[in-house]
């Protein structure tokens, strides 16, 4: 007898990772699938940080690290902090942790008790939504569309609020918008955040240096948040280094260590090797990473191109990270024979088996009426795939 426990039964799927698999399996068929589903830059980690590595696996760094990560990282890691976005977090207030997604996971679970509300602007990155949930929190949306560019206004931030939220959840450059808050922008959700001490700030920043039209601001700049908000980063999008499972956060001295604490009862230290590599790439030239991002630039320039001339579609122009979220609610109740599109999760799969481009639906992002694209993929698959799409939208009547 199988036997599953409640919490595992209250998880989704990643649809990210679900779209991957599906076209996986589409293209082992020998269909030439165009994938535009995940969120993974499609450059080789810099060569210096490789060289890293390797000078780690020579130097025997083979053994159980530090929970929090080694001292010479986290001050690394700190140094950082002071010089690219002038907040202090001194190295005891850093834990580094296996990805991103870990160090949200280890603040979720620190601070949330059943029954506690975690305010989440929609549209979020797909985990936010199941990492409350594997903490017993009750995550509360606050609705953006594109006609407000996707940002939550400090009025709607205050109308949520009540006695019983913890903690605040946003990701800025945004996935899966590519929306960026500007300093004034941050400072109207600050000034609200101040009246609310209850409330802890979580600033997903992982797409800190992907940006196209202005400097990266954080929250945590202003002194009234600044000793209740988490700075949450990695290497997986800045530095192309996905699969080597690094991520890190500035918080609270009290909340490092709470991390830390869960961290050693999950994982332990994450990977010593990838660890030595990470202080490189701390430490080192940011140059590989600012051509990455003047691709990235070039490519977001042609989607907009190419996507405003398809009839029916919003979209807020990304000015960071590497995403486009259209929205397709023109296309609902539109027929191709005998398929009918009732939503974006529809069309998501219409664009899959009829123009052999792999996406996500908005669903998964919290707003139904989107459809979100990565365009971490050459200007010549994304002409290609924006004319598939684009042929295929055509076909609906």
């Known amino acids: 007898m199988q036997h599953l426990s409640n919490l595992v039964r209250s998880l989704s799927e990643s649809e990210t990772l679900k779209m991957a698999k599906i076209s996986r399996e589409l293209a082992s068929q020998g269909l030439d699938i165009i994938n535009l589903n995940l969120g993974e830059p499609d450059f080789d980690v810099p060569a210096h940080i490789q060289a890293a590595a390797k000078q780690a696996i020579d130097d025997n760094f083979s053994h159980y690290p530090p929970v929090a990560g ?12 002071k010089r690219e976005n002038n907040v202090d977090f001194a190295p005891d207030q850093v834990v580094v942790s296996t990805g991103a997604k870990q160090s949200i996971a280890n603040v979720v679970l620190s601070l949330i008790n059943p029954g506690d509300e975690v305010l989440v602007p929609t549209p979020f990155w797909v985990s936010y939504k199941d990492i ?43 996935n899966p918008t590519g929306v960026v808050y500007t300093k004034e922008e941050l400072q109207g ?29 954080t929250i945590a700049q202003f002194p009234e948040v600044k000793d209740r908000t988490v700075i949450v980063n990695g290497l997986s999008k800045s530095f192309a280094m996905t699969g080597w499972r690094i991520g890190y956060i500035g918080a609270p001295k009290w909340i490092a260590e709470a991390c830390e604490k869960i961290q050693g009862q999950i994982t332990s230290g994450t990977s010593s090797v990838m660890q030595r590599a990470a202080i490189t790439a701390i430490n080192g030239d940011l140059e590989p990473t600012l051509k990455m991002c003047a691709v990235f630039k070039k490519r977001m320039e042609l989607m907009v191109e190419l996507f405003s001339k398809i009839p029916g579609v919003k979209f807020a122009i990304p000015e960071g990270a590497f995403y486009i979220f259209p929205d397709v609610s023109h296309y609902f109740g539109k027929r191709n024979g005998d398929t009918r599109i009732a939503n974006a999760s529809d069309l998501a799969m219409y664009l899959l088996y009829q123009a052999h ?25 994304i002409a290609i795939a924006v004319e598939r799409i684009r042929k295929a939208l055509s076909e609906l009547k």
């Not at 080694?70 to 902090?81: C, G, V």
């Not at 481009?357 to 698959?381: M, Q």
């Open 70 to 81: 080694y001292p010479e990282l986290r001050k690394a890691i700190s140094e950082k902090f």
């Open 132 to 174: 409350i949930t594997l903490a017993g929190g009750i995550p509360v949306y606050i609705k953006t569309t594109v006609a407000t560019d996707f940002k939550v206004k400090p009025e709607q931030l205050e109308q949520a609020i009540t006695e019983r939220s913890r903690l605040f959840m946003f990701s800025s450059p945004s």
């Open 189 to 217: 959700l600050a000034t609200v955040f101040a009246r609310h001490p209850q409330i802890t700030i979580l600033s997903d920043e992982i797409y800190e240096h992907i940006q196209f039209a202005r400097k990266h601001e």
């Open 357 to 381: 481009v792999s996406l996500v639906a908005g669903d998964a992002f919290g707003d139904p009426n989107c459809i979100r694209i990565a365009f971490s993929i050459s200007e010549e698959k």
